[in-house]
């Protein structure tokens, strides 16, 4: 499809191995230039060598660079012919309150022949269309539940605002709460993508600060706090490491999707094709889960799958609940704290109003018990078909449940929703905080976001069970969702069916619930739900406002005098050291009546209910409502809201899947298949350490110091090795002579067995390439630092290329065999010849080789040994890279160990005359006479060049392909 994903390096900070992993993966790698210069230029140094071209960079507020300084000049009196681009950043990010214009980067962009896109972060849309006035290339809208500069709106509002400001042609992608679900609801909406940062922050090739990193492996969102305008983590909070006190760090509601991406996808590639493929599904459906006849419906009783949320001295009238119900929905009367008198009143009147028809009550969980004892009495006599519990237990919902009142549970986070599915509540609203009144922790997009992975891992769960014939699986078609928050139209009806895709694909049910909407409704005025004012006061919102009262107590209202006298009171109670808790009390008594007063135009004067007029309920009401008044600004009706929600919300859906199928159209009217395999590339496998035991050479230093040299280090056969008097030349004393005496020989090499965990007296029954394999093998290790850092263990391989044999296993064979000929062996020759232990078995087998390094450097990936005669090197190199390339594994050690240097060895190629018989191997000289046989043991260690780059590593060498080598047969 179009769209695409831009992921900015999490936390304000520059991590250009995170960001080029962005750029490889197919998204828009985007590096936030944070507020240090040193760090900045190091980091965009790095991207222009890992992600030319691709990359782009965000501008902070506090950014110490200039706009120049992001491309590198062409040299004096020289024309750039390769991509300009290449030199710098695609892509130019100005968050909000940036010390660069526009205009500034595009001067400093076309004095380096660059011509980048140049995006600006907004908040709103008054900052949106002075955006578009400056002529930006797209927007990135971060909602107030965003880490960093965060505006008044959720993203799910934001977005809702802002498409319908701009010019439809211009990209626009949507920042806070995005995950696979939500990313879906985005681009269905209208947006060309979405941002993840802080999503990025625990994968693999993130490079985030120990501190941060512990503390989002265990963050829920709600750690949170806006101060001056930007979302950061609460430094007050009990606990923190000093690192994370000492500067604000930007931290939003949806800072737990770290530790689930991380825990879901690993790596930045898996995360970006997961949120992709979450549109494409969203995309590939139709909406049709909001039409009537759907499984809610089915569900609710109801024509059509609306549910009118209980909204306290609003959802109190029985005419506007028939109304509701005559408009397809389903009704929700609001107890509160009404009274044993007013709940049976209600009840009945409502109970009579709605006939057969279904209507649900609304009740407090966390009410006084008495009160609450009461409004259930009723309940059970009047029995309504449906109720929903704010605040409320499983326990509670399910002894409605037991009365055949179908019960609603209001769950406001991921870790309670797991809980009430694990002991059997199945019906959920998922209300975000944008709602009207009383608000959770979370706005729509991160709750929903994290509802929908709970139950998405609940429902496979079940899947498995019944798969497996588990006695208690769960009906996927039990499971019924409420959303709410924000809801009111076709554009965000039809973002829920989008997000819910996933959710419904596998059988569970889904509506819509609404509260604010209803309030800019002919019919909540005419059935005197609300009073004029009331209305005429959400058509004229531009703005809410939060009144807190206590720690889990917020409520969401217009602005109005009654909510500036309420921060008056506050701040002066504060100003005076009241404890505390007397603050919350005082607050609470100030509220109470304040609603009725909005609502009704009615206020208790002693136990009197007197009617007030506009001036006095414009002044001493409190306007509950959601964020949805700023939304809408004109009445509609009933019908027309629930039309708009349903049918209509499809049809947009229905729309909006043509356009983007249409985008995805090339030239010739085909859709090209998504997510297209990138053409093969060269098989990049960095060497980025390396260790060896050469012919006069004891180490790697060594080894390169003799080639600078041009050092010879072919020399006569040691005598510790062989004797030449007995098979060498005219007077040899054996009958078998070999053709040469020279050869290249390793040093003595001192090895530890102790630091291998190996006892000393093991070492007689260990054929010596074994050790120095392993010695090599760790070497190689710390040569790439991986003995100073953690790496995978448990994903790094071992392939060696070795041949079987050599001297100790040919005394061995000697020792077993001889008897057969000369029956018992003579005791001097006994005494030379090596006795059988319980370490001469793996001691003399070539694939121990691997397996020994493997066991004793505690590596978990495979292990083994291949044998290709003298291609044997070649061999293991060509393996390992297959290991790293198909995924197998991510660090292979790969080496390749021959000391072969025995009189054995010399007698069979001398047999096939294929020893020089000076000792000098002339490769293409027309007077070679044959090779001079040499032994070494080296050892390699290979990652993919991308995690190589990823991880920092020093690379020696890049190998871009590889072939089996293959052994010739011998001639007939």
Known sequence: ??????????????????????????????????????????????????????????????????????????????????DPAAAGPCTVLLAPDAPWTVAEVRAAARAAAADPAVLAEVRGPDEAVRAVADGVTGLVLRGEESGGPCGEHSTFVLLQRVLGAVPADLP???????????????????????????????????????????????????????????????????????????????????????????????????????????????????????RGGSPMCRALGTALPVVQGPMTRVSDQARFAATVADGGGLPFVALALAGPEQTRTLLEQTKSALGDRSWGVGILGFVPEETRTAQLEAIRELRPSHAVIAGGRPSQAAALEAEGIRTFLHVPSPGLLGQFLAVGVRRFVFEGAECGGHIGPRNSFPLWEAQLAVLEDFLDAAADDSHTGGGDAADPQDVQVLFAGGIHDERSAAMVAALAAPLTTRGAVVGVLMGTGYLFTEEAVECGAIRPLFQRAALNATSTTLLHTAPGHTTRCLPSAFSDTYQEVKDELRTQGIPERQVWQELERLNVGRLRIASKGVERVGDELLDVDEERQREAGMFMAGEVAVLRSAVTTVAALHHAVTDGAADFYGRRTA???????????????????????????????????????????????????????????????????????????????????????????????????????????????????????????????????AFPRERTCVVFGAEAGSDISGAATLRSVLPSYVGRLPEDLEEQLPKLTEDSFPGMLANVIAGRIANRLDLGGANYTVDAACASSLAAVDAACKELACGAADVALCGAADLHNGINDYLLFSSAHALSPTGRCRTFDAAADGIALGEGVACLVLKRRADAERDGDRIYAVIGASAAPATAAPSA
């Open 659 to 789: 356009e983007l199928a249409a985008d995805a159209r090339d030239a010739g009217g085909t859709v090209p298949a998504r997510n297209p395999a990138p053409a093969p590339e060269p098989l990049d496998i960095a060497v980025v350490g390396m260790a060896g035991m050469f012919p006069g050479a004891a180490d790697l230093p060594a080894y390169w110091a003799q080639v600078l040299a041009g050092a010879d280090a072919v020399s006569e056969v040691p005598d510790t090795r062989w004797d030449p008097a007995l098979h060498f030349g005219a007077d040899a004393e054996a009958d078998d002579v070999s053709a040469s005496k020279w050869g290249g020989f390793l040093p003595p090499i001192p090895f530890d067995p102790l630091a291998y965990g190996i006892p000393p007296a093991s070492l007689a029954a260990i054929e010596p390439v074994q050790l120095l394999a392993l010695e090599a093998a760790r070497r190689a290790l710390a040569d790439a630092g991986l003995d100073r850092r």
């Open 172 to 290: 626009v992608w949507a920042c806070g709460g995005i995950g696979p679900h939500t990313a879906a609801a985005a681009v269905l909406a209208g947006a060309h993508g979405v941002v993840l940062d802080i999503q990025l922050a625990l994968l693999d090739e993130a490079g985030t600060a120990p501190a941060a990193a512990g503390l989002l492996r265990a963050a829920d969102g709600t750690e949170t706090v806006v101060v001056d305008g930007c979302r950061v983590l609460d430094r007050s909070r009990p606990g923190l490491p000093a690192a994370l006190r000492d500067r604000p760090l930007p931290l939003g509601q949806d800072a737990f999707l770290a530790a689930r991406f991380a825990e879901r996808y690993g790596t930045v590639d898996r995360a970006l094709a997961a949120v992709t493929e979450g549109i494409d599904a969203a995309v590939a459906d139709d909406g049709a889960v909001l």
């Open 1 to 82: 499809m179009t769209h695409t994903v831009i992921g900015v390096s999490p936390l304000g900070a520059p991590d250009p191995r995170l960001v080029a992993a962005v750029c490889r993966a197919g998204g828009s790698g985007v590096l936030d230039l944070g507020p240090g210069a040193r760090a900045a230029r190091e980091a965009l140094t790095l991207l222009r060598q890992w992600a030319p071209g691709r990359h782009g960079v965000r501008v902070p507020a506090d950014c110490a660079l200039r706009p120049e300084e992001l491309w590198v000049p062409a040299p004096a009196g020289t024309k750039r012919t390769a």
